[in-house]
Structures are given as C-alpha cells and as structure tokens.
C-alpha cells in the first residue's frame, strides 16, 4: 500500500512538473557543454515524463496494479493532449486528434506488452525499466499517431514526424534513468526490499 501511495505521488507530480522539468532538463545540458546541434535535435521532441514514469514502473507492480496505473495515466494523458506538438501535426495527419479515451486504452494495451518483461526486472536487470520507459514512449506516440491517422482514412508521415518521436524517445530514456532508481527506493521504502532480488516478492 505504501509503494501503491508513492507511486500516485509521482503520477501526479509527472503530470504537473512534466513541462517545467523539460526546461531546467535543457538548461542543465546546455550548462554542462552540450552541443548546440545537440540541443537543437532535442529540441525537436518533448520530455514526455509521464509516459516513461508509467512504463517504467509497470515493470514494480502486479498485473492488476499496472492495470489502474494504466487508467490512471491515460486518463492524465488526455486531460494534458500531451501529443499535441503544434496544429500542424493533427493537419498532416487530417485534423483529428485520437479522441478523449484513447489514452486509457492505449496505456493498458501497451503496458501489457511491457509487463510482460517483469520477471526480468524481478530477476536483478534494472536496466529493462530503463529500456521500458523509452521503448514504451516510442510505441505509445507511434500508436497514437496511426490511430489519429486511421481516423482520417489515410496513413502518411509527414516531414519530420520521426524525428520528433526520435527526440521524445530520447527524453523519456534520459528521464527513466532518474526515474528507475526512485522507483527502486521506493520500493525499499515500502518494505519490499529492492524489488527485485525475491522473485517472489509481489509489491
């Protein structure tokens, strides 16, 4: 329950400091001597937090616990239109986003496939919460935007679509090697060791 509690913590500080991170995320590379080519390719995408706090963490919690995750998430998801990279984006896809409810629906397809992977992490290899927070993100926006696509009747990617989904996997990879470690704590935290060293230690 404590893990459970900490978990909906972080889902709603995802959701309010998701852009705000994003900012002081990009100050701190350009401080540390990041390139400006660097900085401009990144600049492409978006630091999506809350989809790679939810893939990530759906690797800790039992089915049925990544199910509510994934309402919870999504439901955010939509409210935010988190996809929205600017009224172009929708045009070149026909002008329909994927409608209030898709993201409920996609969170909980795709966090199946991605929980699938948890007797891995269970196992000791931490870094498939990492590769789950960026791989998640990348078919999440894939997905979103075929759906949007579907509903105008025609599939084309336009100019520099990857790109974006290429820089925002980026982000949600960065974001996940911070997120990881606070999830293991947590974990820790809660009472359930690291997680990951009793195979048979269900938060």
């Not at 900490?6 to 991170?21: E, G, I, K, M, R």
Request: with cysteine; glycine share 14%.
């Amino acid at each position: 329950m404590i893990y459970s509690g900490l978990l909906v913590v972080a889902v709603l500080a995802a959701y309010l400091l998701q852009d705000a991170v994003a900012s002081f995320a990009g100050a701190a590379l350009a401080i540390c001597g990041v390139g400006p080519a660097a900085l401009e390719w990144m600049h492409h995408g978006r630091l999506l937090l809350l989809p790679a706090l939810f893939f990530a963490a759906c690797v800790t919690v039992p089915f049925p616990g990544m199910l509510a995750l994934a309402f919870a998430c999504g439901f955010l998801w939509d409210c935010s239109n988190a996809l929205v990279w600017g009224p172009e984006f929708y045009l070149l896809a026909g002008g329909e986003g994927p409608g209030f409810g898709a993201g409920p629906i996609l969170f909980g397809l795709l966090g199946c496939v991605v929980h699938g992977v948890r007797p891995v992490f269970l196992a000791g290899a931490r870094v498939v919460a990492v590769v789950a927070g960026g791989l998640g993100t990348f078919l999440l926006l894939l997905c979103e935007y075929l759906w949007i696509s579907f509903r105008a009747g025609h599939f084309a990617f336009p100019d520099g679509f990857w790109v974006k989904v290429g820089c925002s996997t980026a982000w949600a990879v960065v974001a996940s090697l911070a997120i990881v470690p606070l999830l293991v704590a947590g974990l820790r935290a809660s009472g359930h060791g690291d997680g990951m060293s009793q195979p048979w230690n269900r938060p």
